[in-house]
Protein backbone atom coordinates (compact mmCIF):
# COMPACT_ATOMS: atom_id res chain seq x y z
CA UNK A 1 0.00 0.00 0.00
CA UNK A 2 1.43 3.45 -1.12
CA UNK A 3 -0.07 5.33 1.62
CA UNK A 4 2.56 6.30 4.44
CA UNK A 5 2.82 8.59 7.32
CA UNK A 6 6.27 7.57 8.84
CA UNK A 7 5.43 10.26 12.19
CA UNK A 8 2.15 8.06 12.89
CA UNK A 9 3.48 5.32 11.56
CA UNK A 10 6.62 5.41 13.97
CA UNK A 11 3.43 6.48 17.10
CA UNK A 12 1.85 3.42 16.46
CA UNK A 13 4.69 1.13 16.93
CA UNK A 14 6.63 2.35 19.71
CA UNK A 15 6.45 -0.16 21.78
CA UNK A 16 8.17 -2.21 19.83
CA UNK A 17 11.76 -0.65 20.35
CA UNK A 18 13.78 -3.19 21.74
CA UNK A 19 16.95 -0.82 22.56
CA UNK A 20 15.81 1.37 25.88
CA UNK A 21 17.12 4.74 26.90
CA UNK A 22 19.35 5.20 29.69
CA UNK A 23 17.56 6.30 32.67
CA UNK A 24 19.66 8.41 34.63
CA UNK A 25 22.46 9.68 31.82
CA UNK A 26 23.39 13.28 32.65
CA UNK A 27 23.59 13.21 28.58
CA UNK A 28 22.33 11.20 26.29
CA UNK A 29 23.61 11.03 22.15
CA UNK A 30 22.32 9.24 19.18
CA UNK A 31 24.19 9.33 16.45
CA UNK A 32 24.77 7.08 13.23
CA UNK A 33 28.08 5.13 13.37
CA UNK A 34 29.62 6.48 10.24
CA UNK A 35 29.81 10.46 11.93
CA UNK A 36 31.90 8.76 15.15
CA UNK A 37 34.77 10.28 13.58
CA UNK A 38 33.47 13.83 14.48
CA UNK A 39 31.00 13.26 17.41
CA UNK A 40 33.45 10.63 20.21
CA UNK A 41 36.24 13.60 19.64
CA UNK A 42 34.14 16.01 20.65
CA UNK A 43 32.63 14.03 23.07
CA UNK A 44 35.66 13.51 24.95
CA UNK A 45 36.14 17.07 24.57
CA UNK A 46 32.56 17.83 26.34
CA UNK A 47 33.41 15.35 29.21
CA UNK A 48 37.22 16.78 29.90
CA UNK A 49 36.10 20.48 29.43
CA UNK A 50 32.84 19.44 31.69
CA UNK A 51 33.06 16.72 33.67
CA UNK A 52 29.80 15.28 32.72
CA UNK A 53 29.52 11.89 31.37
CA UNK A 54 28.00 11.49 27.53
CA UNK A 55 25.96 8.39 27.26
CA UNK A 56 26.87 7.37 23.10
CA UNK A 57 24.28 5.26 21.31
CA UNK A 58 26.10 4.80 18.27
CA UNK A 59 23.46 2.88 15.53
CA UNK A 60 24.03 1.23 12.26
CA UNK A 61 23.10 3.58 9.22
CA UNK A 62 20.74 1.41 7.52
CA UNK A 63 17.41 2.15 9.25
CA UNK A 64 18.36 5.01 11.49
CA UNK A 65 16.33 7.76 10.08
CA UNK A 66 13.33 5.68 11.17
CA UNK A 67 14.93 5.15 14.24
CA UNK A 68 15.38 8.89 15.43
CA UNK A 69 11.61 9.51 14.35
CA UNK A 70 10.64 6.52 16.37
CA UNK A 71 12.11 7.58 19.59
CA UNK A 72 11.50 10.58 19.11
CA UNK A 73 7.32 9.72 18.68
CA UNK A 74 7.66 7.53 21.55
CA UNK A 75 9.49 9.89 24.48
CA UNK A 76 12.71 7.81 24.06
CA UNK A 77 14.84 9.50 22.40
CA UNK A 78 18.23 10.84 23.48
CA UNK A 79 18.45 14.21 24.42
CA UNK A 80 20.91 15.43 21.65
CA UNK A 81 20.47 13.44 18.00
CA UNK A 82 22.21 13.16 14.56
CA UNK A 83 19.22 13.64 12.23
CA UNK A 84 18.62 14.25 8.44
CA UNK A 85 18.48 17.63 6.89
CA UNK A 86 15.30 16.66 5.68
CA UNK A 87 13.64 15.53 9.11
CA UNK A 88 13.73 19.07 10.74
CA UNK A 89 10.51 20.67 9.56
CA UNK A 90 8.55 17.85 10.04
CA UNK A 91 10.32 16.89 13.73
CA UNK A 92 9.87 20.45 14.82
CA UNK A 93 6.02 21.00 13.52
CA UNK A 94 5.20 18.31 16.42
CA UNK A 95 7.38 19.39 18.40
CA UNK A 96 9.70 17.35 19.29
CA UNK A 97 12.76 19.23 18.67
CA UNK A 98 14.25 22.57 20.67
CA UNK A 99 14.33 25.95 19.04
CA UNK A 100 18.28 27.04 19.09
CA UNK A 101 17.81 30.14 18.77
CA UNK A 102 18.11 31.92 21.77
CA UNK A 103 21.34 29.36 22.92
CA UNK A 104 23.03 29.76 19.56
CA UNK A 105 23.12 33.51 19.72
CA UNK A 106 25.47 32.96 22.49
CA UNK A 107 28.03 31.04 20.93
CA UNK A 108 30.85 33.01 19.21
CA UNK A 109 31.40 30.01 16.57
CA UNK A 110 27.45 30.04 15.18
CA UNK A 111 28.31 33.20 13.17
CA UNK A 112 29.97 31.52 10.71
CA UNK A 113 27.52 29.26 9.76
CA UNK A 114 26.49 29.81 5.83
CA UNK A 115 22.64 31.39 6.06
CA UNK A 116 21.23 29.31 3.45
CA UNK A 117 21.98 26.31 5.32
CA UNK A 118 20.87 27.15 8.71
CA UNK A 119 17.76 27.34 6.54
CA UNK A 120 17.25 23.66 5.80
CA UNK A 121 17.41 23.31 9.44
CA UNK A 122 14.91 25.70 10.18
CA UNK A 123 10.92 25.41 10.53
CA UNK A 124 8.98 28.46 10.81
CA UNK A 125 11.81 31.18 11.00
CA UNK A 126 13.54 29.13 13.83
CA UNK A 127 16.41 27.14 13.63
CA UNK A 128 16.29 23.86 15.46
CA UNK A 129 19.22 21.83 14.17
CA UNK A 130 23.30 22.60 13.26
CA UNK A 131 24.64 20.62 9.65
CA UNK A 132 27.55 18.87 9.75
CA UNK A 133 28.04 19.35 6.33
CA UNK A 134 26.31 19.91 2.83
CA UNK A 135 26.56 18.06 -0.29
CA UNK A 136 26.07 17.62 -4.12
CA UNK A 137 25.07 14.97 -6.35
CA UNK A 138 26.88 13.16 -9.57
CA UNK A 139 27.45 10.29 -11.28
CA UNK A 140 30.40 8.24 -10.00
CA UNK A 141 32.01 5.91 -13.23
CA UNK A 142 34.36 2.91 -12.67
CA UNK A 143 37.25 4.18 -14.66
CA UNK A 144 38.84 0.92 -15.53
CA UNK A 145 34.98 -0.98 -16.78
CA UNK A 146 34.90 2.60 -19.20
CA UNK A 147 38.44 1.25 -20.53
CA UNK A 148 36.80 -2.25 -20.62
CA UNK A 149 33.89 -0.84 -22.59
CA UNK A 150 35.67 1.35 -24.69
CA UNK A 151 34.26 4.82 -23.32
CA UNK A 152 36.48 7.90 -23.50
CA UNK A 153 36.93 9.54 -20.46
CA UNK A 154 36.59 11.93 -19.26
CA UNK A 155 32.92 10.84 -19.33
CA UNK A 156 30.51 14.25 -19.87
CA UNK A 157 27.12 13.06 -21.01
CA UNK A 158 24.51 15.59 -22.18
CA UNK A 159 21.57 13.56 -21.83
CA UNK A 160 19.84 10.55 -20.38
CA UNK A 161 20.63 8.84 -23.72
CA UNK A 162 24.23 9.67 -22.91
CA UNK A 163 23.80 7.61 -19.95
CA UNK A 164 21.79 5.24 -21.15
CA UNK A 165 23.54 4.55 -24.04
CA UNK A 166 26.88 4.05 -21.89
CA UNK A 167 25.44 2.08 -19.57
CA UNK A 168 24.44 -0.40 -22.99
CA UNK A 169 28.03 -0.03 -23.56
CA UNK A 170 28.85 -1.12 -20.00
CA UNK A 171 26.33 -4.35 -19.92
CA UNK A 172 27.49 -5.38 -23.16
CA UNK A 173 31.34 -5.74 -21.84
CA UNK A 174 30.17 -7.66 -19.33
CA UNK A 175 29.83 -5.45 -16.40
CA UNK A 176 27.21 -6.68 -13.94
CA UNK A 177 25.62 -3.69 -12.77
CA UNK A 178 25.71 -1.00 -15.42
CA UNK A 179 23.86 1.68 -13.93
CA UNK A 180 23.09 1.32 -10.54
CA UNK A 181 20.63 3.65 -9.89
CA UNK A 182 18.76 3.86 -6.15
CA UNK A 183 15.54 2.21 -6.05
CA UNK A 184 13.08 1.14 -3.88
CA UNK A 185 11.81 1.20 -0.07
CA UNK A 186 15.03 -0.12 1.60
CA UNK A 187 17.20 2.69 0.03
CA UNK A 188 15.20 5.05 1.66
CA UNK A 189 15.86 8.50 1.33
CA UNK A 190 18.36 7.60 -1.12
CA UNK A 191 16.06 6.24 -3.24
CA UNK A 192 14.41 9.87 -3.62
CA UNK A 193 17.83 12.18 -3.36
CA UNK A 194 20.10 10.55 -5.27
CA UNK A 195 18.14 8.85 -8.03
CA UNK A 196 14.19 10.16 -8.54
CA UNK A 197 14.40 13.99 -7.88
CA UNK A 198 17.51 14.17 -9.64
CA UNK A 199 16.32 12.61 -12.70
CA UNK A 200 12.98 15.15 -11.81
CA UNK A 201 14.96 18.23 -11.45
CA UNK A 202 16.10 17.64 -15.49
CA UNK A 203 13.27 15.97 -16.91
CA UNK A 204 11.03 18.98 -17.53
CA UNK A 205 11.16 23.22 -17.41
CA UNK A 206 11.40 24.33 -13.84
CA UNK A 207 9.01 27.06 -14.20
CA UNK A 208 6.47 26.95 -11.65
CA UNK A 209 8.07 23.92 -10.31
CA UNK A 210 6.75 21.47 -13.17
CA UNK A 211 10.24 19.71 -11.99
CA UNK A 212 9.25 19.25 -8.62
CA UNK A 213 7.09 17.37 -6.14
CA UNK A 214 6.16 20.42 -4.54
CA UNK A 215 4.85 23.75 -6.43
CA UNK A 216 6.36 25.99 -3.89
CA UNK A 217 4.29 29.27 -4.39
CA UNK A 218 0.93 27.43 -4.10
CA UNK A 219 1.76 24.75 -1.50
CA UNK A 220 0.24 22.07 -3.70
CA UNK A 221 1.90 18.35 -4.65
CA UNK A 222 2.51 17.54 -7.73
CA UNK A 223 0.56 14.51 -8.29
CA UNK A 224 0.86 13.74 -12.37
CA UNK A 225 3.64 15.76 -14.80
CA UNK A 226 5.49 15.25 -17.43
CA UNK A 227 9.16 15.37 -15.27
CA UNK A 228 6.82 12.57 -12.79
CA UNK A 229 6.37 10.10 -16.03
CA UNK A 230 9.62 10.85 -17.59
CA UNK A 231 11.37 10.38 -14.54
CA UNK A 232 9.54 6.71 -13.39
CA UNK A 233 10.07 5.89 -17.69
CA UNK A 234 13.79 6.36 -16.93
CA UNK A 235 13.62 3.64 -13.84
CA UNK A 236 11.60 1.64 -16.55
CA UNK A 237 14.27 1.67 -19.06
CA UNK A 238 17.44 1.09 -16.22
CA UNK A 239 15.62 -1.68 -14.66
CA UNK A 240 12.43 -3.48 -17.28
CA UNK A 241 12.83 -2.56 -20.85
CA UNK A 242 16.75 -2.79 -21.34
CA UNK A 243 17.72 -4.71 -17.86
CA UNK A 244 20.66 -2.64 -17.62
CA UNK A 245 20.54 -3.64 -13.51
CA UNK A 246 19.31 -6.45 -11.39
CA UNK A 247 17.64 -5.08 -9.06
CA UNK A 248 19.52 -7.08 -6.30
CA UNK A 249 21.65 -4.24 -4.67
CA UNK A 250 18.58 -1.91 -3.67
CA UNK A 251 17.90 -5.40 -1.48
CA UNK A 252 21.07 -5.80 0.16
CA UNK A 253 21.31 -5.98 4.10
CA UNK A 254 23.55 -3.10 4.46
CA UNK A 255 23.09 -1.19 0.84
CA UNK A 256 26.11 1.19 1.58
CA UNK A 257 28.10 -1.52 1.80
CA UNK A 258 27.06 -3.76 -0.59
CA UNK A 259 27.29 -1.39 -3.91
CA UNK A 260 30.52 0.22 -2.47
CA UNK A 261 32.04 -3.01 -2.32
CA UNK A 262 30.28 -4.09 -5.94
CA UNK A 263 32.18 -0.73 -7.35
CA UNK A 264 35.45 -1.55 -5.64
CA UNK A 265 35.19 -5.19 -6.99
CA UNK A 266 34.49 -3.99 -10.75
CA UNK A 267 30.86 -4.66 -11.02
CA UNK A 268 29.46 -1.52 -11.28
CA UNK A 269 29.73 1.00 -14.14
CA UNK A 270 28.25 4.03 -13.37
CA UNK A 271 26.71 4.88 -9.65
CA UNK A 272 24.33 7.09 -8.77
CA UNK A 273 25.05 9.04 -5.58
CA UNK A 274 26.53 12.07 -3.77
CA UNK A 275 29.83 14.06 -3.02
CA UNK A 276 30.55 11.82 0.39
CA UNK A 277 31.95 8.95 -1.92
CA UNK A 278 35.16 10.25 -2.53
CA UNK A 279 35.81 9.09 1.12
CA UNK A 280 32.70 6.61 1.51
CA UNK A 281 33.70 4.48 -1.05
CA UNK A 282 36.66 3.30 0.96
CA UNK A 283 35.70 4.42 4.40
CA UNK A 284 32.70 7.46 5.56
CA UNK A 285 35.16 8.07 8.78
CA UNK A 286 38.03 8.82 6.66
CA UNK A 287 40.38 6.65 8.06
CA UNK A 288 43.07 4.72 6.06
CA UNK A 289 42.18 6.26 3.20
CA UNK A 290 43.65 5.71 -0.57
CA UNK A 291 46.06 8.22 -1.63
CA UNK A 292 44.34 10.53 -4.08
CA UNK A 293 46.78 8.92 -6.85
CA UNK A 294 44.98 5.41 -6.11
CA UNK A 295 40.74 6.70 -6.06
CA UNK A 296 41.59 9.26 -9.08
CA UNK A 297 42.47 5.56 -10.55
CA UNK A 298 39.36 3.97 -10.00
CA UNK A 299 36.58 6.80 -10.16
CA UNK A 300 35.76 9.73 -11.88
CA UNK A 301 32.46 11.56 -11.42
CA UNK A 302 30.32 13.81 -13.45
CA UNK A 303 27.37 16.08 -13.00
CA UNK A 304 23.84 14.78 -13.84
CA UNK A 305 22.64 15.99 -17.35
CA UNK A 306 19.45 16.91 -17.95
CA UNK A 307 16.54 14.80 -19.62
CA UNK A 308 17.73 16.39 -22.90
CA UNK A 309 14.17 17.66 -23.81
CA UNK A 310 13.63 21.39 -24.98
CA UNK A 311 14.06 23.75 -22.20
CA UNK A 312 15.21 21.77 -19.58
CA UNK A 313 18.56 22.48 -17.51
CA UNK A 314 21.90 20.99 -19.15
CA UNK A 315 22.77 19.70 -15.27
CA UNK A 316 20.60 18.81 -11.86
CA UNK A 317 21.73 19.07 -8.41
CA UNK A 318 19.83 18.79 -5.00
CA UNK A 319 22.10 19.11 -1.56
CA UNK A 320 20.88 18.12 1.85
CA UNK A 321 23.10 17.20 4.44
CA UNK A 322 22.95 16.10 7.93
CA UNK A 323 22.49 17.90 11.03
CA UNK A 324 23.04 17.37 15.14
CA UNK A 325 19.21 19.04 17.45
CA UNK A 326 18.63 18.91 20.63
CA UNK A 327 15.31 17.22 21.85
CA UNK A 328 12.38 19.51 23.01
CA UNK A 329 12.51 17.13 26.36
CA UNK A 330 16.19 16.99 26.90
CA UNK A 331 16.41 17.24 30.70
CA UNK A 332 19.11 19.86 30.68
CA UNK A 333 18.59 21.67 27.35
CA UNK A 334 21.74 23.82 28.04
CA UNK A 335 23.86 21.20 28.49
CA UNK A 336 22.47 19.71 26.01
CA UNK A 337 23.58 22.53 23.50
CA UNK A 338 27.41 22.52 25.13
CA UNK A 339 27.40 19.16 23.80
CA UNK A 340 26.49 20.11 20.34
CA UNK A 341 28.88 22.89 20.52
CA UNK A 342 31.98 20.65 22.16
CA UNK A 343 31.27 18.22 18.37
CA UNK A 344 31.21 21.64 16.31
CA UNK A 345 34.34 23.24 17.91
CA UNK A 346 36.52 24.83 15.02
CA UNK A 347 39.39 22.59 15.76
CA UNK A 348 37.36 19.38 15.99
CA UNK A 349 34.72 20.08 13.35
CA UNK A 350 37.32 21.47 10.29
CA UNK A 351 39.96 18.34 10.49
CA UNK A 352 36.63 16.22 10.44
CA UNK A 353 35.74 18.17 7.36
CA UNK A 354 39.54 17.97 5.56
CA UNK A 355 39.94 14.52 6.11
CA UNK A 356 36.53 12.90 5.41
CA UNK A 357 36.55 15.76 2.36
CA UNK A 358 32.80 17.23 3.49
CA UNK A 359 31.47 20.18 2.06
CA UNK A 360 31.74 22.55 4.77
CA UNK A 361 28.77 24.79 6.00
CA UNK A 362 30.73 27.08 7.87
CA UNK A 363 33.26 29.96 5.96
CA UNK A 364 35.64 29.86 8.94
CA UNK A 365 36.49 26.16 7.37
CA UNK A 366 35.29 27.03 3.90
CA UNK A 367 37.39 29.57 3.64
CA UNK A 368 40.48 28.33 5.17
CA UNK A 369 43.68 27.49 3.13
CA UNK A 370 43.75 23.78 4.07
CA UNK A 371 40.36 23.49 2.65
CA UNK A 372 40.88 25.54 -0.61
CA UNK A 373 43.55 23.38 -1.42
CA UNK A 374 42.02 20.63 -1.96
CA UNK A 375 41.60 20.13 -5.50
CA UNK A 376 38.23 17.75 -4.73
CA UNK A 377 36.17 19.67 -2.64
CA UNK A 378 37.16 22.60 -4.82
CA UNK A 379 35.68 20.76 -8.10
CA UNK A 380 32.75 19.33 -5.98
CA UNK A 381 31.89 22.55 -4.10
CA UNK A 382 31.39 24.13 -7.57
CA UNK A 383 28.64 22.03 -8.53
CA UNK A 384 26.81 24.08 -5.24
CA UNK A 385 26.33 27.06 -7.59
CA UNK A 386 23.01 25.79 -8.98
CA UNK A 387 21.52 23.32 -6.67
CA UNK A 388 18.69 23.33 -4.95
CA UNK A 389 17.05 21.40 -1.98
CA UNK A 390 14.59 19.57 -0.67
CA UNK A 391 10.62 19.92 -0.39
CA UNK A 392 11.30 20.82 3.51
CA UNK A 393 7.66 21.28 4.77
CA UNK A 394 5.52 19.22 6.87
CA UNK A 395 4.47 15.67 4.97
CA UNK A 396 7.33 15.74 2.68
CA UNK A 397 8.32 12.43 4.70
CA UNK A 398 5.34 10.97 3.65
CA UNK A 399 5.77 12.44 -0.06
CA UNK A 400 9.32 10.90 -0.03
CA UNK A 401 8.38 7.04 0.70
CA UNK A 402 5.49 7.36 -1.50
CA UNK A 403 7.75 8.13 -4.04
CA UNK A 404 10.31 5.22 -2.77
CA UNK A 405 7.19 3.34 -3.31
CA UNK A 406 6.50 4.44 -6.58
CA UNK A 407 10.39 3.15 -7.62
CA UNK A 408 9.63 0.09 -5.92
CA UNK A 409 6.81 -0.55 -7.82
CA UNK A 410 8.70 -0.11 -11.28
CA UNK A 411 10.92 -2.96 -9.84
CA UNK A 412 8.35 -5.19 -9.40
CA UNK A 413 7.56 -4.51 -13.00
CA UNK A 414 4.59 -2.27 -12.99
CA UNK A 415 3.77 0.05 -15.46
CA UNK A 416 4.90 3.76 -15.44
CA UNK A 417 0.35 4.41 -16.42
CA UNK A 418 -0.10 2.43 -13.14
CA UNK A 419 2.40 3.78 -10.84
CA UNK A 420 1.34 7.38 -11.67
CA UNK A 421 -1.96 6.70 -10.90
CA UNK A 422 -1.29 4.98 -7.48
CA UNK A 423 0.49 7.68 -6.60
CA UNK A 424 -2.05 10.53 -7.74
CA UNK A 425 -4.41 8.74 -5.64
CA UNK A 426 -2.21 8.34 -2.57
CA UNK A 427 -1.26 11.80 -2.56
CA UNK A 428 -4.79 12.39 -2.93
CA UNK A 429 -6.02 10.37 -0.24
CA UNK A 430 -3.11 11.52 2.51
CA UNK A 431 -3.43 15.47 1.72
CA UNK A 432 -6.85 16.05 -0.12
CA UNK A 433 -7.77 16.61 -3.29
CA UNK A 434 -7.42 20.32 -2.90
CA UNK A 435 -3.23 19.91 -2.03
CA UNK A 436 -2.68 17.68 -5.23
CA UNK A 437 -2.61 19.38 -8.75
CA UNK A 438 -1.60 17.79 -12.09
CA UNK A 439 0.49 19.10 -14.78
CA UNK A 440 -0.24 18.62 -18.49
Not at 57 to 67: S, T, V
Not at 82 to 109: H, I, K, N, R
Request: hydrophobic letters at 40%; a negative charge.
Amino acid sequence: MLKKNLLTTVAAIALAATTAMPAHAEVTFMYAEWLSSLVEPGIKNFEAETGETVNAIKLPGQGYDQRIALDLSAGTAADVIQMDSFMVSELASAGYLQPLDEQAAGWDQYQYYMKGLLEVASYDGKVYALPTDTDVRMLWYSKPNFEKAGIPMPWEPKSWADILDAAQKLKDAGVEYAFQLPAGTKQAEAATMQGFYMALLGADVPEGDRNRLLNRETGQWIGDSPAIRRTLELYHEVYTERQLTPADLNYATDIGVAVRQALRDGKVGILASGSWEDACLWDCNGVNLPSREERDALVGWTPWPGSGEPGTKATTNISGGWTIGVNANAADKDLAFKLVTSIFDEANFKAWTLANHRMAVRTDISESPEYMADTYLAKATALAADTTGRDTVPGYQTVSALVQQATSSILDGASVEDVVQEYHDALVDEFGADKVITYE
